[in-house]
């Protein structure tokens, strides 16, 4: 297994992988090849610089799956899950993550069958992917580090390009924020690196690629001159304007003081497009429908109104019974 291209890393002693790379650098230190010493980190371990393991190879391991992946580094193995992407679990044990993760995608919950054939076509995709030796790129961020979950946050090069970027593309990953708080390793922003992964996700529903085939939320609801509650994309683009929004609320929530009622809709994540409703305007709008607004939980809905942004989200002001109509 070869290791290179390692970019002095600054993380603390969390593994013995860890403590064998910095025996390593001592080492390397000693032989005066320019090594600086390692300063300890915050305990979060989320400051280390990125570093490239080169030409690894998968094995076999039971986190292996669309979005994580086991290889060996120094006779260890370690697992690494991709950032900014999300994949449908595969594993028994995960059931219930696994309808959430197929509800998001805007495909029914019950439908197990379908989300099982999703997990698992993205986790032989990967297979393929990586059956020629690749690059990961880390910085040794944990996962999740409040929990026994070993997994380390990287992006995988494959000779074909991004695997999480593959997976995208071919309607396999749902694209989904992440914690890293640094560019990405060739330079780009944050921001630009998530934006790249939404345009291929854009084009995958658009060609109606891996889940999006299946999907009930891509469908302009009413036309070319609506929108879909998914289309974060194009929704953001029509800031100030007057449009309409349709797709099917799964949710419905409160600020503490109930002066403000969230109507959220299916497959939409957080920091979506979602529908206000203020106190002043509910009793009118209790008036007008029946039930409202439990009564609109699970129901197809198409929403009109000026798109306002708070705080990046962007959203709906429900104020008149007329600007709410049912779909099929």
């Given at each position: 297994?070869?290791?290179?291209?390692?970019?002095?890393?600054?993380?603390?002693?969390?593994?013995?992988?860890?403590?064998?790379?910095?025996?390593?650098?001592?080492?390397?230190?000693?032989?005066?090849?320019?090594?600086?010493?390692?300063?300890?980190?915050?305990?979060?371990?989320?400051?280390?610089?990125?570093?490239?393991?080169?030409?690894?190879?998968?094995?076999?391991?039971?986190?292996?799956?669309?979005?994580?992946?086991?290889?060996?580094?120094?006779?260890?193995?370690?697992?690494?899950?991709?950032?900014?992407?999300?994949?449908?679990?595969?594993?028994?044990?995960?059931?219930?993550?696994?309808?959430?993760?197929?509800?998001?995608?805007?495909?029914?919950?019950?439908?197990?069958?379908r989300g099982m054939a999703?997990?698992?076509?993205?986790?032989?995709?990967?297979?393929?992917?990586?059956?020629?030796?690749?690059?990961?790129?880390?910085?040794?961020?944990?996962?999740?580090?409040?929990?026994?979950?070993?997994?380390?946050?990287?992006?995988?090069?494959?000779?074909?390009?991004?695997?999480?970027?593959?997976?995208?593309?071919?309607?396999?990953?749902k694209v989904k924020g992440?914690?890293?708080?640094?560019?990405?390793?060739?330079?780009?922003?944050?921001?630009?690196?998530?934006?790249?992964?939404?345009?291929?996700?854009?084009?995958?529903?658009?060609?109606?690629?891996?889940?999006?085939?299946?999907?009930?939320?891509?469908?302009?609801?009413?036309?070319?001159?609506?929108?879909?509650?998914?289309?974060?994309?194009?929704?953001?683009?029509?800031?100030?304007?007057?449009?309409?929004?349709?797709?099917?609320?799964?949710?419905?929530?409160?600020?503490?003081?109930?002066?403000?009622?969230?109507?959220?809709?299916?497959?939409?994540?957080?920091?979506?497009?979602?529908?206000?409703?203020?106190?002043?305007?509910?009793?009118?709008?209790?008036?007008?429908?029946?039930?409202?607004?439990?009564?609109?939980?699970?129901?197809?809905?198409?929403?009109?109104?000026?798109?306002?942004?708070?705080?990046?989200?962007?959203?709906?002001?429900?104020?008149?019974?007329?600007?709410?109509?049912?779909?099929?």
């Amino acid at each position: 297994m070869k290791l290179s291209t390692i970019i002095t890393p600054r993380s603390e002693n969390v593994s013995l992988l860890r403590s064998r790379l910095l025996i390593l650098f001592s080492l390397l230190c000693l032989l005066q090849i320019g090594c600086q010493s390692e300063p300890e980190l915050p305990a979060d371990g989320n400051h280390g610089e990125w570093i490239t393991l080169t030409d690894q190879q998968m094995i076999k391991g039971p986190h292996n799956d669309g979005d994580s992946l086991m290889v060996q580094i120094d006779e260890e193995p370690v697992v690494f899950r991709l950032y900014y992407v999300d994949t449908v679990e595969t594993s028994n044990q995960a059931a219930e993550r696994r309808a959430a993760q197929v509800e998001a995608m805007g495909i029914e919950s019950e439908k197990e069958a379908r989300g099982m054939a999703l997990a698992y076509a993205a986790k032989q995709a990967t297979a393929a992917w990586l059956r020629e030796p690749f690059d990961i790129i880390t910085r040794w961020e944990r996962v999740d580090p409040n929990s026994d979950n070993p997994s380390y946050r990287a992006f995988v090069k494959t000779s074909q390009g991004d695997l999480g970027e593959l997976l995208v593309a071919e309607g396999l990953a749902k694209v989904k924020g992440g914690p890293a708080r640094v560019a990405h390793p060739d330079g780009r922003t944050i921001e630009t690196q998530l934006h790249a992964y939404r345009q291929l996700e854009i084009q995958a529903r658009d060609h109606r690629k891996g889940y999006w085939a299946n999907s009930s939320s891509i469908e302009r609801p009413a036309g070319a001159d609506s929108w879909a509650a998914t289309d974060l994309t194009g929704i953001k683009r029509q800031v100030g304007n007057q449009i309409q929004v349709g797709g099917r609320i799964n949710r419905i929530g409160q600020t503490s003081g109930g002066g403000i009622t969230f109507l959220n809709f299916a497959g939409v994540d957080r920091g979506g497009f979602v529908v206000i409703v203020r106190k002043r305007n509910m009793d009118e709008l209790q008036q007008s429908i029946d039930g409202f607004p439990e009564s609109l939980e699970d129901k197809n809905v198409l929403v009109s109104g000026k798109i306002d942004l708070y705080r990046g989200t962007p959203q709906i002001v429900l104020r008149d019974p007329e600007q709410l109509s049912f779909l099929p």
